[in-house]
């Protein structure tokens, strides 16, 4: 698989009219090499594949990335220098969006070279999952999966959304996590308003709508998962409707999701939903995204979103309503895009009734 890789690279070169290409984005290094270390650089020339790292990681290098000539970084004065001149190339392709302008100015001092600033390289190859990232996300969705679904059973008036953020992270850690994929969204009552709520300490009370978005990471790969619950026996019709409009539109998008359409139409569905429904202007952001090595890459489901989904990716859909002064909803799952339709790898159930007899 990391020589497919490096020969669709090379395919790119002359695309981009380069001589080679240089990447140090630790995600992008990782998914061409199989190096998971956090400091060094990947190139790929028409003859070369080098991965150049310092002293902590030569061993871990030679490891994982057997198919990579190793560059030994000494990180002395002129070193960026010296790994730059030795790869030898006249036309370096680089990652526009991450170098930064002390690296962009210590690169133009080498001999001979000029750059190409890409706005993006192998992140539309990362689109499509191996068998080997698949079980990888299998893995990370099944623990977040197990940690949502004790929600219903440790969720009760008065706790925190600090305490309850505390106890999920608990759980994924104990259940296998190597750590949180982002940190964890607790937003109960008028907090639900905020998409991207920061726990606090707010004690969850009876009536309490409470969205909850969790992810693990494991080697290196990540999910996502989202469910909001209700504190309590007997929600309110407002809380209904809001609760089965979202729940609607999710799988409105996922009955649609399908290789080779684009972001944009599936965003679309969801987004014409909530219109009909009079509550256009309480979804206030994208559909979904991609999920691997990064929580959020492509393809992008979005209004403005261009990117067409393959085969092989995985997303999330996570249509969500947030009405200020009351509260908010969001459901999300994690989804493979397969050749034959799509199959849905966030397993925990969509039940929101925390019931009475769970709470103290």
Same mark, same amino acid.
């Given at each position: 698989?990391?020589?497919?890789?490096?020969? $669709?690279?090379?395919?790119?070169?002359?695309?981009?009219?380069?001589?080679?290409?240089?990447?140090?984005?630790?995600?992008?290094?990782?998914?061409?090499?199989?190096?998971?270390?956090?400091?060094?650089?990947?190139?790929?020339? $028409?003859?070369?594949?080098?991965?150049?790292?310092?002293?902590?990681?030569?061993?871990?290098?030679?490891?994982?990335?057997?198919?990579?000539? &190793?560059?030994?970084?000494?990180?002395?004065?002129?070193?960026?220098?010296?790994?730059?001149?030795?790869?030898?190339?006249?036309?370096?392709?680089?990652?526009?969006?991450?170098?930064?302008?002390?690296?962009?100015?210590?690169?133009?001092?080498?001999?001979?070279?000029?750059?190409?600033?890409?706005?993006?390289?192998?992140?539309?190859?990362?689109?499509?999952?191996?068998?080997?990232?698949?079980?990888?996300?299998?893995?990370?969705?099944?623990?977040?999966?197990?940690?949502?679904?004790?929600?219903?059973?440790?969720?009760?008036?008065?706790?925190?959304?600090?305490?309850? $953020?505390?106890?999920?992270?608990?759980?994924?850690?104990?259940?296998?996590?190597?750590?949180?994929?982002?940190?964890?969204?607790?937003?109960?009552?008028?907090?639900?308003?905020?998409?991207?709520?920061?726990?606090?300490?707010?004690?969850?009370?009876?009536?309490?709508?409470?969205?909850?978005?969790?992810?693990?990471?494991?080697?290196?790969?990540?999910?996502?998962?989202?469910?909001?619950?209700? &504190?309590?026996?007997?929600?309110?019709?407002?809380?209904?409707?809001?609760?089965?409009?979202?729940?609607?539109?999710?799988?409105?998008?996922?009955?649609?999701?399908?290789?080779?359409?684009?972001?944009?139409?599936?965003?679309?569905?969801?987004?014409?939903?909530?219109?009909?429904?009079?509550?256009?202007?309480?979804?206030?952001?994208?559909?979904?995204?991609?999920?691997?090595?990064?929580?959020?890459?492509?393809?992008?489901?979005?209004?403005?979103?261009?990117?067409?989904?393959?085969?092989? $990716?995985?997303?999330?859909?996570?249509?969500?309503?947030?009405?200020?002064?009351?509260?908010?909803?969001?459901?999300?799952?994690?989804?493979?895009?397969?050749?034959?339709?799509?199959?849905?790898?966030?397993?925990?159930?969509?039940?929101?009734?925390?019931?009475?007899?769970?709470?103290?």
């Amino acid at each position: 698989m990391t020589q497919f890789k490096i020969t $669709a690279v090379r395919k790119l070169l002359a695309e981009w009219e380069v001589d080679g290409l240089m990447l140090q984005t630790t995600t992008n290094r990782q998914w061409l090499t199989g190096f998971t270390g956090s400091a060094g650089w990947a190139f790929v020339t $028409a003859d070369r594949a080098v991965l150049a790292t310092d002293g902590r990681y030569w061993a871990q290098a030679r490891e994982q990335a057997p198919a990579f000539e &190793l560059y030994e970084f000494q990180r002395e004065n002129g070193a960026m220098e010296k790994m730059i001149a030795s790869i030898g190339v006249g036309k370096l392709a680089i990652e526009g969006g991450h170098v930064t302008l002390a690296d962009y100015h210590t690169l133009k001092k080498v001999d001979g070279v000029s750059y190409k600033p890409l706005k993006t390289t192998v992140e539309q190859m990362r689109f499509i999952k191996s068998a080997d990232e698949i079980d990888k996300l299998r893995v990370a969705a099944a623990i977040s999966d197990y940690a949502m679904a004790q929600v219903n059973e440790i969720v009760h008036v008065g706790m925190s959304e600090k305490a309850l $953020a505390w106890e999920l992270e608990k759980t994924m850690r104990e259940r296998g996590a190597d750590k949180l994929a982002f940190e964890i969204i607790v937003a109960a009552g008028v907090n639900g308003a905020r998409p991207h709520h920061h726990p606090t300490d707010y004690k969850m009370q009876l009536g309490d709508a409470i969205t909850i978005d969790i992810g693990a990471t494991v080697n290196g790969y990540n999910s996502d998962i989202t469910r909001t619950f209700h &504190l309590g026996d007997n929600p309110s019709d407002k809380f209904w409707e809001i609760y089965t409009l979202v729940q609607d539109a999710l799988e409105s998008a996922t009955d649609h999701l399908r290789a080779g359409v684009s972001g944009k139409e599936v965003d679309q569905v969801a987004r014409e939903l909530f219109e009909k429904a009079g509550y256009g202007d309480e979804f206030k952001h994208s559909l979904g995204h991609g999920v691997g090595l990064d929580v959020h890459e492509g393809p992008r489901l979005a209004k403005t979103s261009s990117d067409e989904i393959p085969a092989g $990716a995985v997303v999330t859909i996570e249509p969500g309503l947030y009405i200020d002064g009351w509260s908010g909803m969001r459901i999300e799952d994690l989804i493979w895009v397969t050749e034959e339709g799509v199959e849905i790898l966030s397993q925990c159930p969509k039940n929101p009734i925390i019931p009475v007899n769970s709470q103290s």
